[in-house]
Every structure is written in structure tokens, then in C-alpha cells.
């Protein structure tokens, strides 16, 4: 039995008592593999400590300021662990972000350079003065089946065809991810659809696609765009970005890694 065969059966179930069989069947076309981050799992994930940077690369900045160091993720072995659809499968990536107050939210086109993806041969480097230093954590990945929140436009469409179906899923989602995220667990998370804390990230993925800001969000755009990492508050790592409050990293497949846009989202 492989890492999401169990779950896809209890998804199955749980539909089952609600749903005829072709809402159950066209539930489960939009769940999304993806990789939670918590004390359990198999690939280590390193977050705060010292920070990593390509050999030689200068200190990212952005207006004047330096970026803060969040976290490296090995996607050599990640994809040991798991496939993820869209999501790099060699190389590390180390997350930068402006994450002290007043921090870019992602709404402005000039806020591109308030965060950063680094790659290549990472080595551990110094901080400059004003950086903020988050203490060390190491999470691990565990293989998860994510499942589209209510926002999002495939939820809608689902409803228009099968009318009633929308407000018994937004009660499943809900204990879905009580069951994967219990006990207030913060909801870290690679690739799959994002726990939404407000609205669906298809805007801030046309942003990353290069669109002009200004059009309307295709559908092309949103089945596109790829979470690449969500980071919840955790006061483990003393990361506060609301109550709640969640920071995401998405990709659109035609752009390079570089290319990613950040979206914080809090209330």
C-alpha cells in the first residue's frame, strides 16, 4: 500500500456517506498530492538557524533592507519520499523573505524583489546587521492528500453542476483538515492545494506567470499555478504573520523557480 492509498480510502468513505457517486468521483479528480511538515515523517526539512546562500552570492536585499532566512528545502530528497506534480525533483531551494514588520504582503508588483528563491551549491553564511534570526527547527515530510478549499473556482463549478453540493463540502474540508492538521498543529505544507486563510491564490499566480495585474484570472491561469511552500504562524520559530496567518510560495509550471510569488494572507 503506498503513502495514499489509506487515505484516498478514507476520503472515499466519507464522501460516500454524503455524496452519489459521481460527486464522489469528481471530489477525488481534485485531490492533490502534497507534504506535510511536522515532528513526524521521512526527509528533513531545515528551518531558522544559520542561514544558507549560494557560494559567493551576495545577501539578498530588498529597498535597503536584508531578507530574513525561513527555511531549505531538499527536493533530491523530498522526491525520494514523494512525487509531487509541478514541483522541482533535484536541488535545494533556500526561502527569503522582508518578514519583519512592515512586511510586503504580495498585492504590489513592486514588492517582486521582498522576497527570494535561492538555489545551487548552498553553504552556510553570516547574517548582516538588521536580519532577523529565527531559532532552528527541523521538521520532517509526511505524504498527504490535500483537498481544494471551498474559495476555490473548481468548488464552484462543482456546485453549479450538482446544486447542494457546496455547503456539505465545506463541512468535510473542514474535518479533513482537522485530521490532518490536529490539535492546532501549524499547517506547513509542499505543493497541493494551499489551507486557504482568505482567497484562492490564482491572482498572486498570474503575478508570478508574468500577466499583467490588471486582467482577469483565466482558468488557465489558476490550473497552472503550483503551491510550492506554505508557511503557517509558529511560535516555535517565533513566526507571526497573523492570527491566523499564512505565508505562500506559488510557481506557475511555464515560469522558472525564480519567478515565484509570495502571497501573505492573515486576518
Given at each position: 500500500m503506498d503513502h495514499f492509498t489509506a487515505q484516498r480510502q478514507r476520503l472515499r468513505s466519507m464522501f460516500g456517506v454524503f455524496f452519489a457517486p459521481e460527486v464522489i468521483a469528481a471530489l477525488l479528480t481534485l485531490v492533490r498530492p502534497a507534504v506535510r511538515?511536522?515532528?513526524?515523517?521521512?526527509?528533513?526539512?531545515?528551518?531558522?538557524?544559520?542561514?544558507?546562500?549560494?557560494?559567493?552570492?551576495?545577501?539578498?536585499?530588498?529597498?535597503?533592507?536584508?531578507?530574513?532566512?525561513?527555511?531549505?528545502?531538499?527536493?533530491?530528497?523530498?522526491?525520494?519520499?514523494?512525487?509531487?506534480?509541478?514541483?522541482?525533483?533535484?536541488?535545494?531551494?533556500a526561502f527569503y523573505y522582508a518578514s519583519a514588520i512592515p512586511r510586503p504582503w504580495g498585492d504590489e508588483p513592486g514588492q517582486?524583489?521582498?522576497?527570494?528563491?535561492?538555489?545551487?551549491?548552498?553553504?552556510?553564511?553570516e547574517p548582516p546587521e538588521g536580519t532577523v534570526t529565527y531559532p532552528p527547527c527541523t521538521l520532517r515530510a509526511a505524504p498527504l492528500l490535500s483537498l481544494p478549499a471551498p474559495q476555490e473556482p473548481v468548488l464552484r463549478q462543482l456546485e453549479?453542476?450538482?446544486?447542494?453540493?457546496?455547503?456539505?463540502?465545506?463541512?468535510?474540508?473542514?474535518?479533513?483538515?482537522?485530521?490532518?492538521?490536529?490539535?492546532?498543529?501549524?499547517?506547513?505544507?509542499?505543493?497541493?492545494?494551499?489551507?486557504l486563510v482568505?482567497?484562492?491564490?490564482?491572482?498572486?499566480?498570474?503575478?508570478?506567470?508574468?500577466?499583467?495585474?490588471?486582467?482577469?484570472?483565466?482558468?488557465?491561469?489558476?490550473?497552472?499555478?503550483n503551491l510550492l511552500l506554505q508557511l503557517d504562524s509558529d511560535p516555535r520559530l517565533d513566526w507571526h504573520w497573523g492570527d491566523p496567518g499564512r505565508v505562500y510560495f506559488c510557481t506557475h509550471r511555464d515560469q522558472p523557480l525564480h519567478h515565484a510569488w509570495l502571497t501573505l494572507q492573515a486576518t
Open positions: 511538515l511536522g515532528p513526524d515523517g521521512e526527509a528533513a526539512v531545515r528551518f531558522g538557524g544559520a542561514p544558507l546562500l549560494p557560494a559567493g552570492a551576495p545577501w539578498p536585499t530588498w529597498n535597503g533592507r536584508p531578507l530574513d532566512y525561513l527555511c531549505t528545502v531538499d527536493f533530491t530528497r523530498l522526491a525520494a519520499v514523494v512525487a509531487l506534480p509541478g514541483l522541482p525533483t533535484e536541488g535545494q531551494v517582486r524583489d521582498g522576497w527570494r528563491l535561492l538555489t545551487g551549491d548552498l553553504k552556510e553564511a453549479n453542476t450538482y446544486s447542494g453540493t457546496l455547503p456539505v463540502y465545506e463541512q468535510l474540508h473542514a474535518a479533513w483538515l482537522q485530521h490532518i492538521w490536529p490539535d492546532d498543529t501549524p499547517v506547513h505544507q509542499i505543493g497541493g492545494w494551499p489551507a482568505q482567497r484562492p491564490l490564482g491572482p498572486d499566480c498570474q503575478r508570478a506567470s508574468g500577466q499583467n495585474l490588471g486582467t482577469p484570472v483565466s482558468e488557465d491561469s489558476t490550473q497552472n499555478c
